[in-house]
């Protein structure tokens, strides 16, 4: 397969916006499905965890591959709600490009918002789907105008709606100039010429797309100033280049659930977003160099992947998605663990069709593909040779910040219950596990309500472990106020042999959100790596134990400043022990201080309840930073602590008469008020 001829794509979205209703319209007409799937009836090949089914919601991306106009087209579908933002920003990480899809009525949405944002930190080129012009309210001109004012982006209009709401009835194409219509079950499209009807709106449209691209190309530039006719196919080729430079959005329309402009957004998909070989190249730091290097998608190249998603298999064990960035991965080859400094083997290589697979030779540059066999591959490791150890640029995963206990029923589901969390948190990396030291309870911790509510269900019906869960409980965090500077001195005598360390570190607070940094700033000539891997360590395993209350530090910067080194009497075990006690008594003198989760609150609200939702926000101890007013729906944007916000849909709901719904997203720490 040509490089050229692979699409990376991810179809994002606000909950309910219709975007796996819409893969499963790309799957069926491209022949990967026979039948349509439909999540309200519980069926979408896209959603396979019985949980996606009865909850109509998307939590897992499944990736897919499917063909047309001779493309390979790889699909991740990712989750639109908030809960799972690690799944979008994972799947994100590894997408060449991306469609973003709208509710005609409900516009741009705040999980849409926070989508598009972390689309922006990594770069993707999007298309925009404006869905449901069939129901009643669909506005297209409106939605163009919110993704104008709240994403701040360049939407240009490459097809319009031919009626609305009930009359909705197909799409101009602009490009071509022709009416589109579909059939009943949207398998034939019919072409017509522009009739008289729809002409001078067709025509206006057309400049307004000429007149966007004419600022991005001179030859449609000169063209329009001779008053000549614009070919198409340029049209194609400058909005492609716009696209791809993330200047413009080229906008289609249409109504997945009736069958209606699917067929148009996979040709633009083919049209406008990049092949792997498009994007710029992939960041690396190479581990023994010690330098950031650039990875060139070369199918020749040294091996390099990402595994950008780990998925427990009854069967199967661990299945391992993984992108490839440069060279190929055999089948029934070994293969380098960067992160983990170990070999793995691969015992088989799957190309993956929602929960189905097929058997793969070999996985090359470009292509995406599951990996069985490798046990200790996690989320975000680069995987490669032993020759080119490159580490790929980390992936940023907020902190959990809701805890319940879980305890198994049995003596004899404990076990079970610890081999389940294990398998659960390497899937998912905004899921952690931890024990309380007093009362030996089982903590796990996560994104929000709903995250937690799904795992623990997950945990019960799918892994089949008997366990009870607690109530909710904020995770808190600590920090430091001030930088201190502290040299610590280990000495032990284990079985009559010395074991010494000495080491300087300095501590220091870092901006809110930065995260726990270690530098290494000392010139450690004759220091094994041993030695210095042991300091690391020390440091690695300060972090998750706290200060003063247990709570995980965060916002630490630590640098080792000095190290003295006996060879006689120095220790690996020496070191990580002496690192652990250098943070622990440094931060103690640095002016602990304890953190708590500040949510990012949205509330849409009908008009007649807005005072009563904003004094139920203000009682919580909310701040109400603004309000955004749609024809009938307000939207409230506020921020409160996490612990004010626990019961707050119940709460919401009596004062709406269940009308009003909100979505909720971590947004920072802050020292805890009194």
Known sequence: MNLREIRNIGIMAHIDAGKTTTTERILYYSGKTYKIGEVDDGEATMDWMEQE????????????????????????????????????????RVLDGAVAVFCAVGGVEPQSET???????????????????????????????DMRKKLGAKPVAVSFPIGRESSFEGVVDLVTMEEVRWSEDGHEM??????????????????????????????ITGLYLEGAAVPPELVRRELRAACMSRRLVPTFCGASRRNIGVQPLIDAVVDFLPSPDEVPAAKGHHVKKEEEIEVVCDPEGNPLGLVFKVQYDREAGPLCYVRMYSGRLKNASTVWNVAKKKRERITRLLRMHANKSEPLDEVVAGDIAVIVGMKLAQTGDS?????????????????????????????????????????????????????????????I????????????????????VSARQGNPQVTYRESVTKSVTHTERFHKVVGGKDNTAQITISVEPLPRGTGNTYVKAVRASGVPDEILDAVERGFTAAFPSGIQFGYPAVDVGVRLTGIEYDELTATP???????????????????????????????????????????????????????????LIETIHAEAPMVAMFGFTTSLRSVSQGRASFSMEFSHFQAKRN
């Open 115 to 145: 989508v598009w944002h972390q689309a922006d930190r990594y770069h993707v080129p999007r298309i925009a789907y404006i869905n449901k012009m069939d129901r009643m309210g669909a506005d297209f001109d409106a939605v163009l105008e």
């Open 445 to 464: 911790s996560g994104m929000g309500e709903l995250h937690l509510d799904v795992l623990v269900t997950r945990i019960i019906k799918d892994f089949k």
């Open 190 to 219: 019919f072409r017509s010429p522009v009739s008289g009807a729809l002409a001078s709106e067709a025509k206006s449209r057309r400049d307004e797309l000429i007149d966007a691209l004419s600022a991005e190309s001179d030859e």
């Open 53 to 92: 089914q009865e909850r109509g919601i998307t939590i897992t991306s499944a990736a897919t591959t499917t063909m047309w106009r001779g493309h390979q087209i790889n699909i991740i579908d990712t989750p639109g709600h908030v809960d799972f933002t690690a799944e979008v920003e994972r799947s994100l």
């Open 383 to 443: 995987v490669g040779s032993e020759g080119w150890p490159v580490l790929l640029e980390r992936m940023h995963f907020p902190e959990p910040v809701i805890s319940v206990s879980i305890e198994p029923k049995t003596l004899s589901d404990r076990e079970k219950l610890n081999e389940t969390l294990a398998i659960l948190s390497k899937e998912d990396p905004t899921f952690t596990t931890s024990e309380n030291e007093e009362t030996g309870q089982m903590i």
């Open 573 to 631: 075990f020496a070191y990580e022990a002496c690192a652990n006690m250098a943070f622990d008594t440094a931060c103690r003198a640095a002016g602990p201080v304890m953190l708590e989760p500040v949510m990012k609150v949205d509330i849409m609200s009908p008009k007649e309840f807005l005072g009563e939702v904003m004094s139920l926000v203000s009682q919580r101890g909310g701040l109400i930073h603004g309000t955004d007013s749609k024809a």
